[in-house]
């Protein structure tokens, strides 16, 4: 009777193991490295940056069938620190991977959390994203020089509207900006606006006199004269626009918002390798030149360690200036 | 008008009438479900203007848009779960008609109801669409301010015949409202990030109607006789046209207005016209029973708003609400930007897509109506099983948003506050409201305070507010001379059943 029952439960524990075992085979599909299924998550809604640049990516890698497909999830919540929290307590996974960006960096911190960027697995840099200095029509702002004069006379009376919550790119790259004219950030009169349609209308109605964002929701006011671009940020001049970039207008910032792929913390090198040389063929691919040029994003690659070094200079970056500003 | 006979031989193609069916089909379904709603949807469809000619896939988008305006209703009606924040008001007294057997009126009254709305929405979009976009960017954050005091002054207008019970409850929302880290600081988070965003009204919503009411019933299912919901007519009858039709009208002149401002959105001009009509009605001891007149008001407003949204987005660009923002978006993967230029450079997709929106309204009413009978046959279902199936989908609704067992807590702790309230006889109405208002009201107030940094006198700066402010002040003053004159008020007692009939009902299921 015994023997049986001690049988019956060693049968039974077996069949776990097995089960447990052919079912990390068929998730992390080690068998057929063309053939893996994978897993993204996106820290924003559908529709938002991440999710477009992330979905673009699955896309393509589908397409060019480079691996198995892609299970796309969105986890929303505090500007993506829910998902870098899920990122983190997936240690080890090797078959997740997640899309975010500068805003997430900040995120982070402003949400008081553990789950930093620096403590995850870089994959790759993707795109990047110049931000503009957008005015009304009929501001007295001629150029970025007019700006930053009647902006270091009285820090306080310049209203800069972003169409990001603080810690998020529309916040940092204002107080970047007002930091490298010498001017404190905590003097300067930042609005939050929820995304580019409200900012959008802030400024359309001049209710603030400077607007700083992603130029992408904006190709239709500048188009049509009702918005004017004084400058933007990054180190080369977009064809997006007709607009120097900041140096050019005499400050010395180079700022750019971008996004790129993670992977959680405690993958194995070779795991890591095979991430990176997957984005780094998808890059290559005719279809993503095809998605950059439709979505006006500036191909800004970047891989394995170097992308690690970026991602720590712009955690310190961003750490340091959201400190002065009493956020973190 | 030429320009528009084109647009319906556009719209009417038949592959585009395909796209507009399955539009308006998908928009339903996901109006239907509680946390999915029309602009998910539509983001997650993007992906097809890879393939699709940009007429069919716009004229999809607005189909999913007003599907799911109207959707939403459907569950709000039958089952207490409203699907989308829109449509939380019309639960208040369309699930009470469906008690009483008038499931297919309420159903039929919302159908046609959004039909109207819609079309006259629709019509005044192509009327105003190039004039007006100019204008709704004038309003700034105190007017915003203004408007959203105004709503809130209305609030005491459904307080309850108990001021304090109705007090409670308003303050209960207005509570649950300051969650979140939208100032900067982390208020009521609990160290939880799932908290930051702040609570979602629809989770609110299906938490305090369904799940509140679900666990309400099981605790007196044993000792209370079953109630028979009564099999009524299937058609509505004169008398409900002739109540059905001014809400109808007025519930479109609150929507639309609402839909065109940047920061209006659909779920203010709902309660406002449900207000208006308690208001106005002839019968206002039929409210909180099953009115028709609050199920007709609202479902106008909704539908009106989403007509409303796109004036902006077409004229200058501008999206008002998260289903526009996508929208705009998919225009603009097809190199169209929107704008005073579009009605000329595009006149083919602009046309194509007004049109589109009258084919969308009576593609609607025509799948609808002949449903509402049908749908009502579900109140039929033994009670233990409909509850059951309640739990079911609310919770379903709720999971899906997220994928998180998070969720499904907090459903379940607003759940227990909603069978509290039942308990204690609050009404539920004002919370609701102030989980609404209360955090748009902040952020208006501390967006027109950061920009005049601290002068307060910024909010009577712009000429809108001070025109709303002289409106409180005129209500204000009418209510002390009517309360000095008669001692019973527009909001005195007697003018309000549904706290009374709470609690009176409360106590004869205490006494059973």
């Known amino acids: ?328 | 008008m030429d320009l528009l006979l084109e647009g319906f031989q556009t719209a009417l193609t038949p592959t585009n009438l395909l796209f507009a069916v399955i539009g308006v089909l998908l928009g339903t379904m996901v109006g239907v479900l509680p946390g999915i709603g029309p602009a998910m949807t539509v983001a997650l469809l993007l992906p097809i203007t890879y393939n699709v000619s940009p007429s069919s896939a716009v004229i999809m988008f607005a189909g999913i848009y007003y599907g799911g305006m109207y959707g939403g209703s459907t569950t709000s009606i039958l089952l207490n779960t409203p699907g989308e924040s829109s449509s939380v008001v019309t639960a208040i007294e369309g699930n009470k008609m469906a008690k009483v057997g008038r499931a297919s009126q309420a159903l039929a009254t919302a159908a046609i109801g959004s039909f109207v709305a819609g079309t006259i929405g629709t019509v005044l979009l192509v009327l105003l669409a190039p004039t007006v976009a100019d204008v709704v960017v004038k309003l700034g954050a105190p007017s915003y301010f203004a408007i959203m005091l105004l709503a809130l002054f209305a609030v005491t207008a459904v307080l309850g015949s108990s001021k304090l019970r109705g007090f409670v409850s308003l303050f209960l929302g207005l509570a649950i409202g300051l969650v979140g880290t939208t100032t900067g600081q982390a208020r009521l988070t609990f160290g939880r990030p799932q908290l930051a965003d702040g609570i979602d009204i629809v989770v609110v919503a299906v938490a305090i109607f369904a799940i509140g009411e679900a666990l309400w019933v099981a605790a007196h299912l044993r000792r209370k006789p079953l109630e028979i919901i009564p099999v009524g007519q299937p058609w509505m009858s004169r008398e409900d046209w002739g109540r059905s039709w001014k809400p109808w009208l007025r519930g479109t002149a609150y929507g639309f207005p609402f839909g065109a401002l940047p920061a209006g959105g659909a779920e203010v001009p709902t309660f406002l016209s449900y207000i208006t009509e308690r208001k106005l009605s002839k019968r206002p001891e039929e409210f909180g029973k099953g009115a028709i007149e609050g199920v007709a008001g609202p479902e106008a407003a909704n539908n009106a708003s989403a007509a409303g949204t796109l004036v902006p987005l077409l004229a200058i660009g501008l999206p008002t609400t998260a289903t526009a923002a996508v929208i705009l978006l998919a225009l603009q993967s097809y190199g169209i930007q929107p704008g005073p230029q579009l009605f000329s450079a595009e006149p083919e997709l602009v046309w194509g897509l007004l049109a589109s929106l009258f084919v969308a309204n009576t593609l609607l009413l025509v799948l609808n109506l002949p449903m509402a009978p049908m749908w009502a046959k579900l109140l039929q279902i033994p009670r233990p099983y409909l509850y059951a199936g309640i739990l079911f989908f609310a919770s379903l609704g709720a999971y899906s948003v997220n994928f998180a067992a998070f969720d499904l807590g907090l459903l379940l702790v607003f759940g227990l506050l909603g069978l509290a309230m039942r308990r204690f006889g609050l009404p539920v109405l004002p919370l609701i409201i102030g989980v609404i208002l209360g955090p748009r009201l902040e952020e208006q107030l501390s967006q027109a305070l950061a920009i005049s940094q601290g002068d307060v006198s910024t909010l009577w700066g712009e000429p809108v507010a001070v025109v709303v402010y002289l409106v409180i002040v005129l209500i204000l003053v009418g209510m002390v001379a009517s309360r000095l004159r008669g001692g019973n008020g527009p909001s005195g007692p007697g003018g309000d059943p549904e706290a009374g009939s709470d609690a009176s009902t409360d106590r004869e299921r205490l006494s059973a």
Request: glycine share 14%; with cysteine; hydrophobic share 35%.
């Open chain 1, 1 to 328: 009777m015994m023997y049986t029952r001690r049988g019956v439960l060693a049968l039974a524990g077996a069949l776990t193991v097995a089960g447990s075992a052919s079912a990390c085979g068929v998730t992390g599909g080690r068998q057929d490295a063309s053939n893996r299924r994978l897993r993204m998550m996106i820290p924003n809604s559908p529709g938002g940056g991440y999710d477009q640049t992330g979905r673009a990516a699955a896309k393509t890698i589908e397409d060019n069938d480079l691996t198995g497909r892609f299970e796309i999830r969105n986890v929303l919540g505090a500007s993506g620190t829910v998902a870098m929290q899920r990122l983190l307590n997936e240690r080890g996974a090797d078959d997740l991977v997640m899309t975010m960006g500068l805003g997430v960096v900040g995120a982070v911190f402003t949400n008081k959390s553990k789950a930093r960027v620096s403590r995850m697995t870089p994959v790759a840099r993707l795109i990047e994203d110049q931000e503009g200095i957008l005015v009304p029509k009929d501001s007295p702002f001629e150029s970025v020089d007019d700006l930053v004069a009647t902006w270091k006379k009285d820090p306080g009376a310049v209203t800069v509207g972003g169409g990001s919550t603080a810690g998020g790119p529309d916040f940092l790259f204002p107080m970047q900006m007002a930091k490298t004219i010498g001017i404190d950030p905590r003097d300067v009169t930042f609005i939050s606006y929820d995304g580019g349609g409200p900012l959008t209308t802030a400024l359309l109605g001049s209710k603030i006199d400077v607007g700083m964002s992603g130029l992408g929701e904006f190709e239709g006011q500048i188009a049509d004269g009702s918005l004017r671009v004084l400058a933007v940020s990054g180190k080369e001049r977009t064809e997006m626009v007709d607009a120097p970039t900041l140096t050019e207008g005499g400050v010395d910032l180079v700022f750019s918002n971008w996004r790129g792929v993670l992977a959680p913390p405690g993958i194995s090198a070779e795991q890591r390798r095979y991430l990176v040389d997957l984005f780094t063929t998808m890059h290559d691919t005719e279809e993503w030149r095809e998605e950059l040029r439709r979505n006006g994003w500036t191909d800004n690659f970047l891989t394995g360690d170097e992308f690690g070094d970026y991602l720590q200079e712009q955690d310190t970056r961003v750490e340091t200036t959201l400190k002065e500003l009493g956020l973190t």
